[in-house]
């Protein structure tokens, strides 16, 4: 029996034995297993994501449609880096309603930008002395085109335009009537506001729509967003797609869009100018002072570039 004893306890203490070492292999596996190495956070940084950064510089011309390409219209594209281009821009002085002026002295290129001015004759009725600049050349849809421009920061408009006819009859596109200095107090947009619209006229019988846009819901990572029209060079630019359907676009982003009610028929030229009116809705009267401040009476255009749509 004692014998029976001493054997049984023999076993039970090899069984335990055996137990612990496998445990204790377990464990260490299990240790080694678990084990991760460390960063060291002086020379090592856990990989970050990137955000894309969009340049909107690249963005325009839009998208052609499948099958067709964009082509450059040399006679509508001008960096106007040296003199005025007679060749492809000329200076019709036909005037708006009192007081404005146009004079051909008024406007020219010097310094990388066709300029175009508002000066003051106060001894005169017409006392808003401006100007305006047309291309020769004219263009038909589908078309697009766009220019650089840094508005003079008084009240008028500062303008980039399509048009071929008179008040009576004519095709008329208005990519911007921008004024960023209201002096009527009841434009608080205006400094923002991207004024865009068609005319359509036939026998004195208007049809219009407008497609005005605000800068400040440009895309949060433009950065343009937010700038006032004085403040910064922006790109306004207008896609006319066919006969109804205008597309405008600011600083590389699609802005507003009206859909024409007749067709456009007529081959447009392309106009810049500066102009006032005693009206609300041009944002009231250019204040005679603003006119002798050559810091803020110049409306300032860096470029144009046109492109027509072409098969491929």
């Given amino acids: 029996?004692?014998?029976?004893?001493?054997?049984a306890s023999l076993f039970s203490l090899m069984v335990f034995s055996c137990k612990k070492d496998n445990n204790s292999s377990e464990e260490n596996t299990q240790a080694e297993v678990s084990e991760e190495p460390t960063i060291d956070p002086v020379t090592e940084t856990p990989e970050e994501t990137?955000?894309?950064?969009?340049?909107?510089?690249t963005l325009t011309p839009p998208t052609p449609p499948e099958g067709m390409k964009w082509v450059a219209v040399s006679e509508l594209?001008?960096?106007?880096?040296?003199?005025?281009?007679?060749?492809?821009?000329?200076?019709?002085l036909w005037n708006y309603?009192?007081?404005?002026n146009m004079k051909a002295e008024n406007s020219g290129v010097a310094d990388g930008n066709l300029w175009i001015k508002a000066t003051l004759d106060d001894t005169q009725e017409r006392w808003f002395l401006t100007s305006r600049v047309q291309s020769k050349a004219q263009i038909n849809y589908p078309m697009y085109t766009?220019?650089?421009?840094?508005?003079?920061?008084?009240?008028?408009?500062?303008?980039f335009w399509l048009n071929n006819g008179d008040i009576s009859d004519r095709n008329e596109i208005d990519i911007i009537e921008n004024n960023s200095k209201p002096s009527c107090d009841c434009q608080p947009d205006f400094p923002w506001q991207m004024n865009s619209q068609y005319f359509h006229v036939v026998d004195n019988d208007?049809?219009?729509?407008?497609?005005?846009?605000?800068?400040?819901?440009?895309s949060d990572d433009n950065p343009l967003k937010g700038v006032k029209w004085n403040e910064e060079y922006h790109t306004v630019g207008v896609y006319w797609k066919d006969a109804k359907n205008i597309q405008f676009y600011l600083d590389g982003e699609p802005a507003g869009s009206v859909v024409s009610e007749r067709d456009f028929t007529r081959d447009l030229n392309v106009i810049w100018d500066l102009?006032?009116?005693?009206?609300?809705?041009?944002?009231?009267?250019?204040?005679?002072?603003?006119?002798?401040?050559?810091?803020?009476?110049?409306?300032?255009?860096d470029w144009i570039h046109s492109y027509k749509l072409i098969e491929k």
């Fill in 1 to 7: 029996m004692k014998h029976i004893y001493l054997i």
């Fill in 50 to 57: 990137v955000p894309e950064v969009v340049d909107y510089t």
């Fill in 77 to 92: 594209t001008d960096e106007f880096n040296d003199t005025f281009d007679t060749d492809k821009w000329f200076k019709p």
């Fill in 97 to 100: 309603d009192v007081p404005v």
């Fill in 146 to 159: 766009e220019s650089s421009i840094k508005t003079a920061h008084i009240s008028a408009y500062n303008t």
């Fill in 206 to 218: 208007t049809r219009r729509n407008k497609g005005n846009f605000d800068n400040r819901n440009l």
């Fill in 275 to 301: 102009w006032t009116l005693d009206v609300d809705w041009l944002g009231g009267l250019a204040v005679k002072s603003d006119l002798t401040d050559e810091t803020i009476n110049t409306m300032k255009v």
